[in-house]
Nanobody, 128 residues
Framework: QVQLLESGGGLVQAGGSLRLSCAASGRTFSSYAMGWFRQAPGKEREFVARISWNRINIYYADSVKGRFTIARDNAKNTVYLQMNNLKPEDTAVYYC?????????????????????WGQGTQVTVSS
């Protein structure tokens, strides 16, 4: 069992930056792949980024590629999402998730069904 707690959300102007953190409980954090998803009002939850346990395999949604960076610190049981050059369309609740399943492909990495545990989410609001 893994418990995930996101933090770092808030209100920022377009062009600004935020760094989200997701702290995980449990001793097996380093064995999980970690992902970030987001859900805007009235829209379905969408994939943002994923990082494998050993940081070798990293995937990004096209909409955030070049602006967002996912990273993890296994010693601190924490995964991060650095978000730069934020846009109003990035406004959403951001969720972190843990996966015991290998992604294999972008489709596997980006599917919410590949993840076993979810956090409660943190709100990110980008004003224009």
């Amino acid at each position: 069992q893994v418990q995930l707690l996101e933090s770092g959300g808030g209100l920022v102007q377009a062009g600004g930056s935020l760094r989200l953190s997701c702290a995980a409980s449990g001793r097996t954090f380093s064995s999980y792949a970690m992902g970030w998803f987001r859900q805007a009002p009235g829209k379905e939850r969408e994939f943002v980024a994923r990082i494998s346990w050993n940081r070798i395999n990293i995937y990004y949604a096209d909409s955030v590629k070049g602006r967002f960076t996912i990273a993890r610190d296994n010693a601190k049981n924490t995964v991060y999402l650095q978000m730069n050059n934020l846009k109003p369309e990035d406004t959403a609740v951001y969720y972190c998730a843990a996966s015991t399943k290998p992604a294999g492909t972008y489709y596997g990495a980006s599917s919410s069904t590949s993840y076993d545990y979810w956090g409660q989410g943190t709100q990110v609001t980008v004003s224009s």
